[in-house]
C-alpha cells in the first residue's frame, strides 16, 4: 500500500502534462470543428476520389466528415496516438524507473517480493491509464457543449474513451514486458517506442489496402474501427483480443522480472 | 575534438537506420504511388463538374498543384517530419543528456576543457549528423524529382523545398537541445524522443484538418511548407521568422544553463 500510494505521487507530474496534451487537443478539435465540416459533405466526396494510398497517408482513410461524429472520429485517432506513446511510457516506466535512478537496492531489499512490488507499480499505472480515459471523456463532454451541435454525444464519446483505453492497455502491457525483458532500461524504453511507431506505420498500411484481413490483428490501432465506433457498436472481440494480448504480455512481464538481473544498465 | 569524435561515434547508428527508413520511405512512395496518382486527376475533375460551379472555381485552380510533382511531395512530407524529427530528438536528447544519464558530468567537467568548448563540441557533432543525413535526403529528392516529376523544370524550387526537412530538422534539435540541458533528469531518452516526434506531428495534423492560421505559429512541420517552395519558389516569411526566432532562443537558453549550471555531486 506504501509503494502503490508512492507511485501515485510521483507519475502525478507526467500525468499532468499528459493530461494537459490531451486536453488541448481534444478542446481545439471540438471547438473549431464547424469550420472544418461546414463543407465536410464536399471534402468526402473528394477524398472518395483520391487513390487509396494517398487518403490513407493523409490519415482520412475511412472517414466521413460531413457530421460530427465523424469528425471526432478524426481527432480520436490522434487521441489514440497519445493515449499509445503516454501508455508506452507508463510501463517502461513501471519496470526500470528504479534502475534509472540506482535505487533498486534500497526498494528490493524491502521485505516484498518482486512480483509484489512489480504489481503495485503496474496498479498504479493502470489507475493513471484509466483516469486518463475518463479525462478523455470528461473533456470531450466539456469541449462538445462550447459549439453549437443538437444531439447527445456522450454514448459515442465513452465508446471512444473505453476503445482508447483498450488500446493504451495493450501497448502499457507491451512495454512493461519488452522492458522487463531487457537488461539495459535504454534498450526496453526503446522497444517499446518503436513498437507504438511500427503500429502506426502498419495501421497506414491497414488503410491502404483493399482487403487487409488479418492485418487488423496486428495493430490495435484498428481493433476499434471508427465506422464501428460512430455506429453504436463497440466491438467485443477485439475488447477481448486486447484483453488477453494484455494479460499474456503481463505474465511475461512478471516471469521474466522475478528472474532477471537487477541493476542499473 | 575528443568530444565531437566520441559523440559522432555513440550516435551515428542510430541516426543512420533514421536515415535510410526515411529515404526508404520517400522512394517507396513516390515510385509506388505517384503515377497512380496523377491518373487519378480525371476521376476528380469528373466529380467536380457535378458539384456548384463556385466549389469547382475554389478549387478547380489548386488541382494543377495538387496533381504533381510538387503536390505528392508534400503529402508525404508529413511522415518525413515525423521520422525526421524524431531522429533529431533522439540526437539532441542523447548529445547533452549523456553525462546527465551516466552520472558522469563532474568527470567531463574536470577536463582541462571549457564548457563553452564541449556544448560547442557537441553542438557540432550533432549538427553534422543532421546535415549529412539531410545531404542523401535532399539528393535523393532531387534524383525522384528528376525520374518522375512530368515536367522536371525547376530543379532550385525542388531544391528548396526538399530544403524544409533539414531546417525543420534544426527547429526540432533545438527543443531537445533545450528540453535537455533543462531537465532535471532524462530517464529514457527514447521516450522523449518519441513524445518530441509525435506531439510535432499531431498539432501539424490537427492544424490541417482545422486550418487554423494562428494554431500554425506553435507547429515546427509547418513552418516550412514544401508544397509553397514548389510552387512560389519561397517559404512564408513570418513562419520562417518564428523558426528563426524559436531555434536561436532555445539554443541560447540552453547555452546559457550549460555553461553556468551547478553540477548535482552524483
Known sequence: MNLFRRELKTGLKPFFFWSL????????GIVKSSGAMSNG????????????IVVAVMGMANVDISNFGGF?????????????????????????????DRTYEFLFTKPRSRSFILAGKLLAAVVFLTVFAAFDLLFSMLAVRQIDVAGDFTGLFARFALAAWFIGLVFFSLSAMLAASFRQSERGAKAGNLAVLAAYA?????DLLEHPGALRLLTPFRYFLNAEIVELTFNLWFAWLSALLAAAFFSVAFFRFERRDLGAL | MNVFRFELRRAWTSATVWTLVILGLMAGLIAGALPVFLDSRANVEAMLSNFPPEFAAAFGLELDHIFSFGGFYSFGFLYYSLFGAIMTAVIGLDLFSREKREKCTDFLMSKPRSRDGLFLAKLLAALTLILLSNVLFIAESLALYRAYAPVPDAPARALLASSA????????????VFAAVFARKVRSVSGAATAIGFGGFILSAL?????????RYV???????PSKAFFEGSFDTPYVITAVLLTLGLLIAAYIRYTRSDVPAL
Open chain 2, 165 to 176: 526537412l533539414l531546417f525543420t530538422e534544426l527547429v526540432f534539435l533545438a527543443i531537445a
Open chain 1, 41 to 52: 459533405a464536399f471534402m468526402t466526396e473528394l477524398i472518395g476520389r483520391f487513390p487509396r
Open chain 1, 21 to 28: 496534451g490531451l486536453f488541448a487537443l481534444i478542446f481545439a
Open chain 2, 219 to 225: 507547429t515546427p512541420f509547418k513552418y516550412f511548407d
Open chain 1, 202 to 206: 502498419l495501421a497506414v498500411v491497414y
Open chain 2, 207 to 215: 492544424q490541417s484538418i482545422l486550418e487554423e492560421e494562428k494554431l
Open chain 1, 72 to 100: 471526432y472520429a478524426v481527432i480520436m485517432q490522434y487521441a489514440f496516438v497519445l493515449f499509445a506513446v503516454y501508455a508506452a511510457h507508463l510501463g517502461s516506466a513501471a519496470v526500470s524507473r528504479e534502475s534509472v
